[in-house]
């Protein structure tokens, strides 16, 4: 199962929906509940990619992840959970 700690870290350093998290250390879960979310999915299956995109289009709004700069943001984050040890 994908490390649903080490994912919520690299989504607060993304900071894809803009809140703050990234500069504020008591904000560090604040992408908690969404990377538990998507470790579920692909736990079932799912790519990574789609699995984040459907979690956020539900917590958020349709499409909020469709921006080159959020697209960009997901496939780092992809690549550092590829490179990932464990």
């Known amino acids: 199962m994908m490390d649903v700690e080490k ?3 690299l989504l607060c350093q993304a900071d894809p929906m ?3 998290c990234a500069s ?3 904000m560090h879960d604040e992408y908690w509940s969404q990377a538990r979310d998507a470790a579920d999915l692909t736990a079932q299956g799912m790519p990574l990619r789609q699995a984040l ?3 956020f289009e539900e917590w958020f ?3 909020c992840l469709a921006s080159e700069r959020c ?3 997901l496939a780092d ?3 550092q959970l ?3 040890p464990g």
Request: aromatic share 4%; hydrophobic share 40%.
């Open 82 to 84: 590829a490179a990932a």
């Open 18 to 20: 803009h809140t703050g």
């Open 77 to 79: 984050i992809e690549r």
């Open 71 to 73: 697209q960009a943001l």
């Open 24 to 26: 504020e250390p008591d």
């Open 61 to 63: 709004w349709p499409g």
């Open 7 to 9: 994912l919520n870290q």
């Open 53 to 55: 995109e459907q979690v």
